[in-house]
Antibody, heavy 117, light 111 residues
């Protein structure tokens, strides 16, 4: 069974940093491309970032480009999102999602990030 | 700026059929946008329903179907059930510059 489990969320002041992790199991992690998607309270989801660890291809949404960094550790079957210069409008539930034919076929349960002083 | 449009809300009677749509603020949706659809209930992560316009994700009942209708992607639910009452989101792939854009979602009520 495919499982994605996010961790690392919490309360952080504006301008602060946080690193989210996503532990994957139930599939060969290194052969899949992965994404981060977030959902602000009461809003729809927003795609943030994509990584293909085999080719090194990485994409970011304009809203996080230059502030967030996606990475993987295939030995640990893990996906990460380093978030710097956090702002109040980064407050959201952050999901990792497996990429499948230009869609997101499996999602984690989400990790809440709250940016507030 | 790319905006993906969805009906804010829709209602359907139990057993009825409903079609939700997913459009672009400028231009037409085509299979090259790889439309996908997701169902989300409060407090839960989105669940994949449809990918590649009309392919059902694993475990999704066949009363959910996807298509292109005119210039929009569409999700049709046939024989609506009470537990279909959810938010439904579409996503379009806009190419490597913009990548994936979610629609604002449709809140479906079954009553």
């Amino acid at each position: 069974e495919v499982q994605l489990v996010e961790s690392g969320g919490g309360l952080v002041p504006p301008g602060g940093s946080l690193r989210l992790s996503c532990a994957a199991s139930g599939f060969t992690f290194s052969t899949y491309t992965m994404n981060w998607v977030r959902q602000a309270p009461g809003k729809g989801p927003e795609w943030l970032s994509y990584i293909n660890s085999r080719t090194g291809t990485i994409y970011y949404a304009d809203s996080v480009k230059g502030r967030f960094t996606i990475s993987t550790d295939n030995a640990k079957n893990s996906l990460y999102l380093q978030m710097n210069s956090l702002r109040a409008d980064d407050t959201a539930v952050y999901y990792c999602a497996r990429d499948f034919h230009y869609s997101f076929d499996h999602w984690g349960q989400g990790s809440l990030v709250t940016v507030s002083s | 700026q790319t905006v993906v449009t969805q009906e804010p809300s829709f209602s359907v009677s139990p057993g009825g059929t409903v079609t939700l749509t997913c459009g672009l603020s400028s231009g037409s949706v085509s299979p090259s946008h790889y439309p996908s659809w997701y169902q989300q209930t409060p407090g839960q992560a989105p669940r994949a329903l449809i990918y590649y316009t009309n392919s059902r994700s694993s475990g999704v009942p066949d009363r959910f179907s996807g298509s292109i209708l005119g210039n929009k992607a569409a999700l049709t639910i046939t024989g609506a059930q009470a537990d279909d009452e959810s938010d439904y989101y579409c996503v379009l792939y806009m190419g490597s510059d913009v990548n994936w854009v979610f629609g604002g979602g449709t809140k479906l009520t079954v009553l």
